[in-house]
């Protein structure tokens, strides 16, 4: 059974950083693609940042290049998302994502999801 678990969100100030990770199980991650996306109150879910787990090729939506990184752990099957000078804009639930999409940034070939884990950033 595939598994995707999201932790490490939280409530955080503008400009505070924030580091999510995502455990992963059940399947052999190195042959897919591993995104981020997120969904704010009142819009529809986003895409964030992908990692090609076996390239390491990373992937992002322009709003967050230079701020976030994606980065994958192959021996704790785990991928992180740090979050660097957060800003209210950034606050939503945040889904990790795994599958081989044709397109990186929409979610039709992601075939599992994790549950979504809380960023909320104060002004």
């Known amino acids: 059974q595939v598994q995707l678990v999201e932790s490490g969100g939280g409530l955080v100030q503008a400009g505070d950083s924030l580091r999510l990770s995502c455990a992963a199980s059940?399947?052999?991650?190195?042959?897919?693609?591993m995104g981020w996306f997120r969904q704010a109150p009142g819009k529809e879910r986003e895409f964030v940042a992908a990692?090609?787990?076996?390239?390491?090729?990373?992937y992002y939506t322009d709003s967050v290049k230079g701020r976030f990184t994606i980065s994958g752990d192959d021996a704790k099957n785990t991928v992180y998302l740090q979050m660097n000078s957060l800003k209210p804009e950034d606050t939503a639930v945040y889904y990790c994502?795994?599958?081989?999409?044709?397109?990186?940034?929409?979610?039709?070939?992601?075939?599992?999801w994790g549950q979504g884990t809380q960023v909320t950033v104060s002004s």
């Open positions: 994502a795994s599958g081989i999409p044709a397109i990186l940034h929409t979610e039709q070939g992601y075939d599992y």
């Open positions: 059940g399947r052999t991650f190195s042959r897919f693609v």
């Open positions: 990692i090609s787990w076996s390239g390491g090729a990373t």
